[in-house]
């Protein structure tokens, strides 16, 4: 990608460059910072967890901190599932280790070597692998990312000290949303990033993308409404509102409120249908057999729509049908809402 073009992808705009600017993570962070100020004492690295988080960002902020500027010169990034075989990747770091014993100054302990998408190697190119970091390690610290540990062979785990990373916490996206928004002149409220946050599960490359793309809709003040638009959910708290209203058997109410969702979402009735699917399944005061009986209501209901059925008169029926269930349900159910 060329770099005007990488500019304008948020994701890379505000990747951090040092390990102070990282979001969340502290623990890994601390303890990376500690190898830092000693960087002989530096052992070979394993970072796994869900995507989005940061692996690769640490990765190159210590490939940063480690050689300043010049970073790239002492830095051998592979693409573990990229590269043709394991053959390619033992050429490029046997020639990469060789000219960094003669080509590196006092000043840079070791050379640093990469390794994404490590988990994606085949059995045998692990065994390899796990060799060349053998030969390679008096001169050369690598960094192994993967999705999951598990899928690496025993003896290379054993060789590293892993970090595990899981989902970045909520209020740190929140926050760093809030503050890439302001630099790109915008203001998002804290109900819409709360809903990035939801939406995002964690991954924080996803939070920041569906950022950029909402602020492409609208300018100045990016809303609850506009970021539903482009996740194509409604709120989700909107829609158990319905659905609860609706179990609860007030079938006016609750066909009021769906009223609302089309007008302020303009969601296709099967839009509506699949987002009332998915609450149910968020909704913890349903036993199974209830969630089971609504969802082949709502099968019923979704096949009619796609068979090009009246989409206001079939979620109405379908709002009516919650309701006559709603009656079967014992007292208590209700008393929660
Ligand atoms: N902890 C974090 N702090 C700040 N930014 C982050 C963090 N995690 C992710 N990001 C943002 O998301 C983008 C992608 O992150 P990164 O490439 O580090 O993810 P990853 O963990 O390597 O994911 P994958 O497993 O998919 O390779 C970064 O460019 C950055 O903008
Ligand atoms: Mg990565």
């Not at 100020?37 to 902020?61: C, E, I, Q, R, S």
Request: charge should be neutral; charged fraction near 25%.
């Amino acid at each position: 990608m060329a770099s005007s073009e990488e500019a304008l992808m948020w994701v890379e705009k505000y990747r951090p460059k040092t390990l102070d600017d990282v979001v969340g993570l502290k623990d890994i962070v601390d303890s990376l910072k500690a190898f830092m100020k000693k960087p002989k004492t530096m052992p070979h690295l394993m970072f796994a967890g869900v995507p989005g988080t940061g692996k690769t960002t640490l990765a190159l902020a210590i490939a940063h901190t480690l050689y300043g500027p010049s970073w790239k010169n002492f830095t051998l990034e592979l693409n573990a599932s990229d590269e043709r075989g394991i053959d390619t990747v033992r050429e490029r770091i046997k020639d990469f280790t060789r000219y960094s014993r003669t080509g590196f100054g006092e000043n840079v302990p070791f050379a640093l070597i990469i390794l994404d998408e490590s988990d994606q190697m085949t059995g045998p190119a692990q065994t390899a692998l796990r060799r060349i970091m053998e030969i390679g390690s008096r001169t050369s610290r690598f960094i192994l990312i993967c999705n999951q540990s598990s899928k690496i062979i025993e003896p290379i785990q054993s060789r590293c000290a892993i970090f595990r990373f899981s989902r970045v916490e909520k209020q740190a996206m929140k926050e760093h949303l809030i503050n890439i928004a302001q630099k790109e002149k915008f203001q998002l409220l804290p109900e819409a990033a709360d809903r990035i946050v939801e939406f995002s599960e964690g991954d924080l490359r996803h939070a920041i993308n569906v950022l950029q793309t909402t602020s492409a809709y609208k300018e100045g003040v990016i809303d609850e409404k506009t970021v539903a638009l482009v996740i194509g959910e409604a709120s989700p708290m909107l829609v158990q509102k319905m659905i609860r209203k609706a179990l609860y058997g007030d079938f006016i109410e609750a066909r009021k409120t769906m009223y609302d969702i089309v007008g302020n979402f303009g969601f296709s009735g099967n839009e509506i249908i699949r987002q009332i699917q998915r609450e149910i399944f968020k909704m913890s005061d349903l036993t199974p057999q209830q969630r089971a009986d609504l969802s082949g209501i709502i099968g019923e209901y979704d096949y009619r729509l796609t068979q090009g059925a009246n989409s206001d008169i079939q979620l109405g029926a379908l709002i009516a049908q919650f309701a006559k269930f709603g009656k079967n349900i014992e007292e208590d159910y209700a008393e929660t809402n």
